[in-house]
């Protein structure tokens, strides 16, 4: 089976295989560390150095593209659909900030 990262690179398979598209390791990890994370107690940046060896940014932007991957909603629908939904909460409240009247 051929696994794409979501930034497009993809893990060698044979030419001419036929096989599916499927995520990467690295972005079935993220998407479990975004699964379970709620529940654990800690500082999440400190959790995402240990773990993926990436800065907390570019984790985040990594996953920012992960959850718009069609592959990923395939792979974990409720999951990513939570995640869609709390950034889109986040950038509505970023919104009505920034159209708040200053005096």
Same mark, same amino acid.
């Given at each position: 089976?051929? *696994?794409?990262?979501?930034?497009?690179? =993809?893990? /060698?398979?044979? $030419?001419?295989?036929?096989?599916? $598209?499927?995520?990467?390791?690295?972005?079935t990890?993220?998407?479990?560390?975004?699964?379970? %994370? %709620?529940?654990s $107690?800690?500082?999440?940046?400190?959790?995402? =150095?240990?773990?993926?060896?990436?800065?907390?940014? *570019?984790?985040?932007?990594?996953?920012?593209?992960?959850?718009?991957? $069609?592959?990923?909603?395939?792979?974990? /629908?409720?999951?990513?659909?939570?995640?869609q *939904?709390?950034?889109?909460a =986040?950038?509505?409240?970023r919104?009505? *900030?920034?159209?708040?009247l200053?005096?």
């Open positions: 089976m051929r *696994r794409c990262h979501v930034d497009g690179a =993809r893990e /060698p398979t044979s $030419p001419g295989s036929g096989e599916t $598209p499927q995520l990467a390791e690295r972005d990890a993220i998407l479990a560390f975004e699964g379970r %994370w %709620w529940r $107690p800690g500082a999440k940046e400190e959790a995402i =150095r240990l773990e993926f060896s990436l800065s907390a940014a *570019r984790y985040y932007q990594l996953l920012a593209v992960l959850i718009d991957s $069609p592959l990923a909603l395939a792979y974990d /629908p409720m999951l990513v659909k939570r995640l *939904r709390m950034r889109e =986040r950038a509505v409240a919104a009505g *900030r920034s159209l708040t200053r005096d």
